[in-house]
């Protein structure tokens, strides 16, 4: 019986040492680029490991993470971000059938080297495969538009955009549609939770973020009760994935403001949309694939509004939804996910 350590992702860590089934969690450690938390996360790996070498080291896919380099040394079982987030959820229900995995959350390197976030994976035993996820759009300045989500709303709907971004000074506008228009430090993403980010700013209820999700967080709170109206998307099918385009909705959030609409009213329909894309992604999917039993996992799942809407209109579908309740939905459920996977593709 094999000791497996797994890692964990960065912005929120908790390692997992496991022998067998015997599972040893770590301390919530939070975001490790602060320096304080990275100390306190080799101290506990150190403590935890002192009587205890570990046969595979687990760790998140993308190679720049502290975490990552931290175990750069061991031979690393590297997991993609959100195939470890579904799994976590199998591993959670003892779920032994493949699922249709709906990962929505703000950031994890793909396996094409882009930013991924928006995604519907099929997850067995033997592996993953994506299905589906959100067309890739730019993110103009990377990390940047997480802490400036205006930019994201340039992004999408380019100088159409513009004339909604208040507090931006022209210039600046002009330089990020530029940046966009060159692919100058504009790596590509299919985030849902940048997705959230410029719904947000584009209502001009969050253009500048000073903590995690601020603007998501903000744009649930608008949401009222008995709206069941929801915005136009695209799904069209390009090398045996779906790819879900979002563009045709913002373009209607857009044709909102200009009425003067109750902007709680656009918030509530910019989610009912997101819930309907679930749904319609996960028949099409379920139809190619025969999979009912459906998991969602990522940290935009912590989203109240979202999930208990998503979960009633599925089941209402007459789909098996499953979702993290032992672990967070976050990516405090990653190490979990790795260490599942680390035994069911028989590296222990």
Known sequence: MKTILAIGADIKNRFLLAKGK????GPDIGDLSDASNYEL???EIQRATKNIKPDIVTCDLHPGYFSTKFVKEHSQKPVQHHHAHIASVLEEHNLK????????????LGTDGNIWGGEFLMVEK???????????????????VVSEPWRMVLS???ERGAPFIKSVKREDKELILSMCAKNINSPLTSSTGRLFDAAAALLGICERAS???EGPIKLEAMCKDGVGESYE???????????????????NMVKDLKRGKDKRVIATKFHNSMVLIILKTVKRLSKDTGIKDIA???GVFQNRFLRTKAIKTLLSSKFNVFINDKTPVNDFNISLGQFHVSCCTGKN
């Open 296 to 298: 969602l996992s990522g």
């Open 211 to 213: 903590r995690e999700a």
């Open 126 to 144: 033997k592996g993953f495969k994506r299905l589906a996820h959100f067309k890739y759009i730019k993110m103009p300045g990377g990390d940047k």
């Open 22 to 25: 015997n599972l040893h969690f």
């Open 233 to 251: 998307f695209g799904i069209s099918k390009d090398d045996g994935q779906y790819i879900i385009d979002m563009e045709p909705l913002f373009l």
């Open 156 to 158: 999408i709907l380019g």
């Open 97 to 108: 059938k493949p699922v249709i995995g709906v990962a929505f959350d703000g950031t994890g």
């Open 41 to 43: 996360f080799k101290k």
